[in-house]
């Protein structure tokens, strides 16, 4: 399975931008899809998951009420909207599949994920 990000660019403190995530498997066999940042010269990060099959989100701490995962069943994409930006938010953006569930806590650890897409940068000015 291929994943290709897209929408990713500058801007200011407070604005928004929404991240797309393609899945060449049509329909998506995998189990979940999540976005994942690398900021510069700090571990990649995870930032959001959601559950192909039942649709449930997930969530880190430090994006809970600005950025919402979505996938479009039809369309086999999932978005990330993200408002209200912070400068903290600069980073790359990867999307990244997991084939199985292994358990609700995996979504949160970056290794589990099996394949990763192409990133891309955003970048959130002051």
């Known amino acids: 399975v291929q994943l290709q990000a897209s929408g990713g660019g500058s801007v200011q403190v407070g604005e928004s931008l929404r991240l797309s995530c393609a899945t060449s498997e049509r329909p998506f066999s995998g189990n979940a899809v999540a976005w994942l940042r690398q900021a510069p010269g700090k571990e990649r990060k995870f930032v959001a998951a959601?559950?192909?099959?039942?649709?449930?989100?997930y969530y880190a701490d430090s994006v809970k009420g600005r950025f919402t995962i979505s996938r479009d069943n039809a369309q086999n994409t999932v978005s990330l909207q993200m408002n209200s930006l912070e400068p903290e938010d600069t980073a790359v953006y990867y999307c990244?599949?997991?084939?199985?569930?292994?358990?609700?806590?995996?979504?949160?650890?970056?290794?589990?994920?099996?394949?990763w897409g192409s990133g891309t940068l955003v970048t959130v000015s002051s």
């Open positions: 959601v559950r192909w099959s039942t649709g449930t989100t």
């Open positions: 990244a599949g997991k084939s199985y569930y292994t358990g609700a806590a995996d979504y949160f650890y970056p290794p589990a994920y099996d394949y």
